[in-house]
């Protein structure tokens, strides 16, 4: 069995359009395309964020765990950069509020956070030179 990389993530939101709206007018993503249920109502919206990896994003959300840092499952997103400093500079002139101001993380790369509008958070990295992730 050979793993090519990883195809997607998936997230439920309560609201659709200000999802879209993030992930797509804010963080630049594609809306690559909709897939309806059964009965043909919308299921769920793909955000292109490279070729052949997407981020799902479900329809129907309706609750948050209390402590979301403490529940076990999904964690957070990390999207790959080429400058944290210029990401963290182009969000903010999205009207996107850092959750973490650029600094360098312990595993020795730049990086920078935000919440999507549910509250999901999103990490920014830029590898170091001596990183672990240019392995």
Same mark, same amino acid.
């Given at each position: 069995?050979? %793993? ?18 993030? /992930? ?29 990896? /997407? %981020?799902? #994003? ?13 529940? %076990?499952?999904?964690? *957070?997103?990390? #999207? ?10 182009? #969000? ?40 672990? *992730?240019?392995?």
């Amino acid at each position: 069995m050979t %793993i090519r990389g990883i195809a997607h993530m998936a997230i439920t939101v309560r609201d659709m359009e200000k999802s879209l709206a993030f /992930y797509c007018d804010q963080l630049g993503f594609d809306h690559a395309f909709q897939v309806k249920d059964e009965k043909g109502n919308p299921w769920i919206e793909y955000v292109k964020v490279a070729p052949k990896q /997407y %981020i799902e #994003l479900f329809h129907g959300g309706n609750e948050r765990p209390e402590e979301p840092d403490k529940a %076990i499952g999904f964690h *957070h997103v990390c #999207l790959l950069v080429e400058s944290v400093a210029d990401t963290a500079k182009a #969000l903010e002139d999205q009207g996107v509020p850092l959750t973490v101001q650029p600094k360098r993380g312990l595993g020795k790369n730049w990086q920078c956070w935000v919440n999507d509008p549910d509250g999901n958070r999103i990490e920014f990295l830029e590898p170091d030179g001596d990183s672990p *992730h240019n392995q």
